[in-house]
C-alpha cells in the first residue's frame, strides 16, 4: 500500500481537519485516481469506508474536488454503485462527499437517495448534501416538500429536522444585517480570540481601550465597557471578537446561562432589533460530541419562543460556548460580514498566512520599522504579510515566490489594497539582484507545503542566501512552526534578538527576530 492510502487508513480515527492537513501534501491526480479505482473494486469494506471519508474531506480543496469530480465522471456508474451500497456508514459519508463535489449535478440521485433510504442515521447527510445544490430548481422544490413533523425525542429525527432546517436556510440566504456603527445603550465587555494575547493587548490599549489578557495561554483578550462594537474592527492583530455573556466552570452552567432574556438582551443592545438568525457552537477538545449535540438542543428550545431564528447556514451572529481551560466561555459573535479588516485578500493559496497573524507579526516588526527601509518577502505568496507589513514605516516593498501562479494572486491582492509593491517569481536559495534592508517570510514549514526532509536542505540553502540578501545590520523576520530546524540552522552571524509565538489553526509557530552583524560578501 502507498503512502497516500497508507494515511488514509491510519487517519480514519482523526478530525477531519487534521486529516485533510495529513494527505493534501500526498493527494496528486495520480493517487486520487488510483484511490477511486480501488474504491470501485476493494471488498475491503473497512477501506472504502476510510476512502470515501477522505475524499468527502479532500473535496474542500479546489484541485482535489476537480480530480475526484473528473474521475467520478470517468466510471458513471460508480455514484449509482455508491448510494445503493450495503453499507449504511459508507453511504452518509457518500452522500456527504457528493453534496460538496456538486450537489447540482448530483441532485437527482441525491433526490431518490433520501426517498429510498431506510436507515435514519443516513438522512441528515443526504439533506445537507441537497442543501448545497443552489442552482437546481428540484432540489430547492423537494426540500420544500418534506414535511417538518419530526419526533424531537429521536435523535436521529431531531438530527434530520436540523439538517432540513440548515439545507433549506441555505438555499434561502438572507439579506446581509450588518451591525450598526453607532454606541450601545449599554457598555459592554468584549472578548477577543487572538493570534498572540499580548500583541493583541498592546494594540488594543493603543486605541484606548480598557483592555487586559484573559488567558494569554488560551490567546484571549477582554475590553471593558466597549460602547461602539463596530470600531473595534480598527484593530487588526485578533481573529474574531464577542460579547462576553456567561462565564462558569461547568458545561451545563454555561447552557444555562445562553438563556433567552441574557441573549435576547444583549442582541438588542448590539443590533438594536431582535428579528435575527443565528447558529450555534460549542468549541472545547475536552467536549464529546454528545455534549456538543445536547448543548444545541438545550440552547435552540431555550430561544424557540423569540424573535431570534436558529439557521446555522445563513446566520446574522454566532452564540458559541468555548472550553477555556477548566473555565466555560459563553459568546455572542457577529457574522463576519461585518469585519472587513482584510477584503483586500481576495486570493488565497495553499498555507496561506491568516491576515489576523500577518498583522500581529507586522506590530512586532513596527518596534523595528524605518522609513527608509527597503523590504523582501521572499517566500510571499498571496502577500498577506507584505501587505500588513506596508500600514508600517518603509521606503518600498518587494515580494518574491517560486510559484508564478501565487505571484499572480499576490500582485491582484496588493491592487485591491491599493499598496505599491513590486512582485516577481524567484526562488528564495539563490542570490538577489540587490540588497535589503529587511526580510520578512512565511517559511514552509511541512503541512500543506514541503515536508521536513525537504525543508532541512531548503533553510540551510536559505540562510547562506539570506547572509548575502541583507544589508550590514540588516533585520530578517522568519514565520515557521519548524523551531528545531530553525534553531538550528541559524547562522553564527546572525544574532537572534527575539522569538514570538503565535497560535495559527492548532499549531503554534514562532516569529523568529534575528539582525546580521557581518554578513559574507559574494
Known amino acids: 500500500m502507498n503512502d497516500f492510502l497508507t494515511t488514509i487508513t491510519k487517519t480514519t480515527a482523526i478530525s477531519p481537519k487534521a486529516r485533510r492537513q495529513a494527505l493534501l501534501p500526498l493527494a496528486s491526480h495520480t493517487e486520487l485516481a ?37 474521475q467520478f465522471s470517468l466510471r458513471p456508474q460508480l455514484a449509482e454503485l455508491l448510494y445503493r451500497d450495503d453499507d449504511a456508514k459508507l453511504r452518509k459519508n457518500f452522500f456527504e462527499l457528493l453534496g460538496r463535489l ?21 438522512k441528515p447527510s443526504i439533506l445537507l448534501a441537497l442543501g448545497n445544490a443552489k442552482q437546481n430548481k428540484d432540489a430547492q422544490a423537494f426540500l420544500q416538500s418534506i414535511p417538518s413533523a419530526f419526533d424531537p425525542s429521536d435523535k436521529h429525527q431531531l438530527a434530520q429536522s436540523h439538517a432540513l432546517c440548515k439545507a433549506r436556510d ?55 465597557s466597549v460602547k461602539n462594537f463596530y470600531s ?70 431555550a430561544l424557540l419562543d423569540t424573535p431570534l431564528h436558529n439557521s446555522p447556514s445563513s446566520y446574522d451572529f454566532e452564540l458559541r460556548i468555548s472550553c477555556i481551560g477548566k473555565t466555560f466561555i459563553a459568546c455572542l459573535i457577529p457574522g463576519s460580514q461585518n469585519d472587513t479588516r482584510f477584503s483586500y485578500r481576495k486570493q488565497a493559496i495553499s498555507a496561506s498566512m491568516h491576515p489576523a497573524v500577518a498583522a500581529s507579526c507586522c506590530r512586532v516588526i513596527a518596534h523595528y520599522a524605518k522609513k527608509e527601509d ?19 514605516p518603509h521606503r518600498d516593498l518587494f515580494g518574491s515566490d517560486i510559484s508564478a501562479s501565487a505571484i499572480k494572486v499576490a500582485k491582484n491582492n496588493a491592487s485591491c489594497a491599493k499598496i505599491k509593491a513590486e512582485f516577481f517569481v524567484k526562488n528564495a536559495i539563490t542570490p538577489f539582484s540587490r540588497k535589503y534592508d529587511e526580510v520578512i517570510g512565511n517559511l514552509p514549514f511541512g503541512l ?8 532541512q536542505k531548503l533553510y540551510a540553502d536559505f540562510f547562506k542566501n539570506l547572509q548575502l540578501t541583507l544589508k550590514p545590520n540588516g533585520h530578517a523576520f522568519l514565520f515557521t512552526n519548524e523551531k528545531k530546524l530553525m534553531q538550528e540552522t541559524i547562522l553564527p552571524n546572525f544574532c537572534l534578538k527575539g522569538k514570538i509565538n503565535f497560535a495559527a489553526g492548532g499549531l503554534f509557530p514562532s516569529l523568529y527576530i534575528l539582525q546580521i552583524s557581518n554578513p559574507k560578501s559574494n
Open 34 to 70: 488510483r484511490a477511486v479505482n480501488l474504491l470501485a473494486h476493494s471488498k475491503d469494506i473497512s477501506l472504502r469506508r476510510a476512502i470515501v471519508r477522505a475524499f468527502a474531506d479532500l473535496s474542500s480543496d479546489q484541485n482535489c474536488r476537480k480530480i475526484l469530480l473528473h
Open 102 to 122: 456538486d450537489a447540482d449535478l448530483y441532485a437527482d440521485l441525491l433526490i431518490r437517495a433520501y426517498q429510498e433510504e431506510k436507515i435514519e442515521f443516513v
Open 170 to 224: 441555505s438555499l434561502m440566504p438572507r439579506a446581509f444585517i450588518s451591525l450598526p456603527d453607532k454606541p450601545m445603550s449599554k457598555p459592554t465587555e468584549v472578548i477577543f480570540f487572538c493570534p498572540n494575547a499580548r500583541v493583541t493587548l498592546d494594540e488594543l490599549q493603543s486605541i484606548g481601550l480598557d483592555a487586559k489578557t484573559y488567558s494569554a495561554k488560551d490567546g484571549l483578550c477582554i475590553a471593558h
Open 232 to 301: 473595534l474592527y480598527h484593530a487588526r492583530t485578533f481573529y474574531e471578537a464577542g460579547i462576553l455573556l456567561y462565564e462558569s466552570d461547568s458545561l451545563r452552567h454555561a447552557i444555562k446561562g445562553m438563556n433567552k432574556s441574557v441573549v435576547c438582551r444583549n442582541v438588542l443592545n448590539l443590533y438594536q432589533r431582535t428579528d435575527l438568525c443565528y447558529r450555534i457552537d460549542v468549541t472545547g477538545r475536552t467536549i464529546t460530541q454528545k455534549e456538543r449535540l445536547e448543548a444545541y438542543e438545550q440552547i435552540h428550545q
Open 374 to 392: 527597503s523590504v523582501l518577502d521572499c517566500f510571499c505568496g498571496a502577500g498577506t504579510f507584505l501587505l500588513e507589513r506596508a500600514r508600517y
Open 448 to 455: 500543506r507545503v514541503s515536508n521536513h526532509i525537504a525543508n
